[in-house]
Structure formats: C-alpha cells, structure tokens
C-alpha cells in the first residue's frame, strides 16, 4: 500500500529565507507524486506535480520539488519566502497504473516570520 | 472556467438531524471525490465516482454515510443521523480521465458543525 510522510507537521522561516517542506512516500511501483497548497478556508490547490522526464519541477508561485527515486522523495523548496506563502502543504502520491485517486500526506502547516 | 462548486459553505445542524451536501465538479471532468478533513485525522478519501458510478466507497465511515451521483454535473454526499464527531469540512474534487497524473481540482468545502 502506499503512504506518504511529510516531516513536520509545522515549519516556520523569516520572511526571505529559503523554505524546505519534507514529503518521503512509500510504494511499491514508481509513483506520480504532487504537491497542493490550502489557504485559510479554501480548498487545496495543485502547486506542482512529478509523472515522467525532468525529476526538477517548477510550479506556480516560485516553488520546486525534485524527485529522488533513490530516496524516494519528493521535497518542496523555494529560495526565498514570501508572507503570502504562508499555507498548509499536502504531498501525495498516485500510481501510474492503479485506479485514479491520490494518497495525501498528513500536511505542513508553513508560517513566514516578518 | 467555473472551479468545482459546493454548498452550502457552511452548515450548523443538531445532532440527529439529516445533512445533504451538494458538489457540482467541472464540466467534462469524469471523476468525482468526496473527502473530509479534520484535525485529528488529516485528509480522508471517503469515495470517489467515475461516469456517475461509485468505484470504491471504502472510505465511508459508516452506514450514516452516502453518496450518490445522479448525473455527470452533481453529486450529494448525505449524513443520516447526523453525530458530533461527523464535524468536519468536507470537500468535493474532479479530474479528467487520463490516467492517475491528472490533478484534482477542489472545490472550497463545506464546514460542518453538528452541536
């Protein structure tokens, strides 16, 4: 079965340093692997997503992740925080032949220091 | 482009009372998930249709619990009896077949506080 560990259920950085959100997950075959933002009283938002080719992946709002088989992780960065990123932030994972549905991390609640 | 659409955003019910959430998915989207979110337990998946039809309904919490989808642009998601540890919000997605890389898209939820 799969399963996805985000390390840290909070992290806290200033305002222009680099944010590092830790996402590990766990599955039997190569996955496809996401990130989602939730903003205070709103649904989640796709930031990013890993399927095939480049393991660095750009998304929206300046943020990357990069997958590492070898680790088998998948974390989030972003060189230099702003206070708007201030969010909750879900990994999760699919299977590339499975049924059509995400496993979801237990999130990182990401606050930004001024 | 309308987003997925839920109502009511907010609901505020006895316990024991029945509870009828409403989920609209995105046009063309095929795929329909019914998830809830609480503290204590993260983000759940409790079912998930494809063409209208419930493919796996393993995550519903109990018999209280039902989904149905009557046609490809809504779905209820109903609580009957409703109880206080069903507070949550509930939140509604889509997505488009095309194989398991396809995000989702999520509508804003509905918070759910059963007194």
């Known amino acids: 079965a799969q399963s996805v560990t985000q390390l840290g259920s909070h992290v806290s950085v200033s305002e222009g340093a680099l944010v590092l959100l830790r996402c590990n997950y766990s599955s039997s075959v190569p996955p496809y692997l996401f990130w989602y933002v939730q903003y205070p009283n709103q649904g989640l938002q796709l930031l990013l997503k890993?399927?095939?080719?480049?393991?660095l992946v750009k998304g929206i709002n300046g943020f990357e992740a990069e997958f590492k088989k070898s680790e088998t992780s998948f974390h989030l960065t972003k060189p230099s925080a702003h206070m708007s990123d201030a969010a909750e932030y879900f990994c999760a994972v699919s299977q590339i032949q499975g049924a059509q549905k995400l496993v979801f991390g237990q999130g990182t609640r990401l606050t930004i220091n001024p | 482009d309308a987003g997925v659409i839920q109502s009511p955003r907010h609901e505020v019910t006895e316990m024991g009372q029945e509870v009828t959430l409403r989920c609209k998915p995105i046009s063309g989207h095929d795929y329909l998930f019914w998830y809830r979110q609480t503290m204590m337990r993260g983000l759940e998946l409790l079912i998930y249709?494809?063409?209208?039809?419930?493919?796996?309904d393993s995550g519903m919490p109990e018999d209280r619990f039902s989904a149905k989808m009557p046609n490809a642009s809504f779905s209820t998601l109903k609580i009957q009896p409703s109880e206080p540890r069903d507070s949550a919000v509930y939140f509604c997605?889509?997505?488009?077949?095309?194989?398991?890389?396809?995000?989702?898209?999520f509508g804003d939820g509905t918070r759910l506080s059963i007194l």
């Open positions: 890993y399927t095939t080719g480049a393991t």
């Open positions: 249709f494809n063409n209208n039809v419930p493919i796996d």
């Open positions: 997605a889509s997505s488009v077949t095309g194989g398991s890389n396809q995000p989702q898209h």
